[in-house]
């Protein structure tokens, strides 16, 4: 089973050599190494060929974004199976041999297998991926059952279970299926939605690929999640009105958990808008929510008791420190 390592990267010199040496010292070699430079301006590109030359195939783009790069190197691969890897992420040797291992012996029914992930450089991430999700004590191999209903967890607040750093997807299911260019924020996590409905899901339980999410890190857009910027909404407003259209989805027991997922979006947005008294973008938002089927009344009370509900905790927090913490302790 021949398998092509793809790797996007953007101003990550040195990240990306350490995870193209990841990738080089697996136990069982992948047959191709695709980096897709995504118009980095601090040499990645010649520090790749002069350390590198041609064991890896280097494709130079100007700035598109992660999922256009992806599926450039797609489009490219060659493999039966295309390995993801972020450059600021390195594998553990036996990645992908445990992973060939775990889909050999499963079954061609499975197109996606996954692993465990461990972080470095938080405090705040001493847990594995499988730990934060209660899966200690899993099989070294397994299926994994309605994977759906991992990817509306993790989007819900759960802790993702599944982790584009540690995917191995046959090529084959890109033919109908690719990165959404227009989506800045959880791009991944549309895919594997969309893949969760086309092949089965499988796991090497093994911590096999570490993480960085030191504070240190360059900045990506994943943390427009944290933030109130208008492009987390649209990209999330964008992704939930997708996967609705979707007839796998219109069928699904999943329906009415991604349009609450997406009423709930609205509101926030709307609200932040509200805020920022931004009166024209707010209405348009308003009447998104219309679109769902709620009321104008209902509308205003639920925004007026999140303004409520936002208010009092402001006001409980130091009343809490000071029970915590009284002066003269």
């Not at 994994?144 to 819900?156: M, N, Q, T």
């Not at 905790?313 to 000071?322: K, S, T, V």
């Amino acid at each position: 089973m021949k398998v092509s390592a793809l790797i996007p990267t953007y101003n990550r010199r040195a990240q990306v050599l350490r995870a193209i040496d990841s990738v080089l010292a697996q136990t069982l070699p992948v047959d191709e190494i695709i980096v897709v430079d995504d118009g980095s301006r601090d040499g990645s590109a010649e520090a790749i060929r002069c350390r590198y030359g041609s064991r890896v195939a280097l494709i130079q783009q100007e700035n598109a974004g992660v999922s256009a790069a992806r599926n450039r190197g797609i489009h490219h691969a060659r493999g039966e199976w295309i390995a993801f890897l972020d450059s600021d992420d390195i594998w553990l040797p036996e990645k992908i041999e445990r992973q060939l291992g775990a889909v050999a012996t499963l079954g061609d029914d499975f197109g996606l297998c996954f692993t465990d992930c461990a972080f470095d450089g938080s405090p705040d991430l001493k847990l594995s991926v499988f730990e934060e999700n209660g899966l200690e004590n899993v099989p070294n191999l397994a299926p994994l059952e309605d994977p759906a209903s991992y990817v509306l967890a993790g989007l819900a607040g759960r802790f993702p279970l599944i982790w584009t750093q540690s995917l191995l997807i046959r090529r084959t299911l890109f033919e109908k299926i690719a990165f959404d260019e227009a989506l800045i924020i959880q791009e991944d996590t549309d895919v594997i939605f969309r893949l969760s409905f086309k092949t089965r899901f499988c796991f090497a339980s093994a911590q096999l690929v570490r993480i960085d999410r030191a504070p240190s890190r360059t900045d990506g857009l994943c943390n427009l999640y944290a933030t109130r910027d208008d492009r987390k909404y649209e990209n999330l407003i964008r992704l939930y009105t997708q996967w609705l259209a979707m007839p796998e989805v219109a069928s699904a027991d999943s329906s009415w958990i991604i349009q609450n997922m997406l009423r709930l979006i609205c509101y926030d947005s709307a609200e932040c808008k509200i805020h920022q008294l931004r009166l024209a973008p707010a209405l348009r938002e308003i009447n998104r929510l219309r679109g769902l089927g709620d009321s104008y009344g209902s509308i205003v009370a639920t925004l007026l008791s999140r303004k409520i509900a936002k208010v009092r905790r402001r006001f409980e927090r130091p009343e809490r420190q000071n029970v915590e913490n009284p002066v003269g302790t």
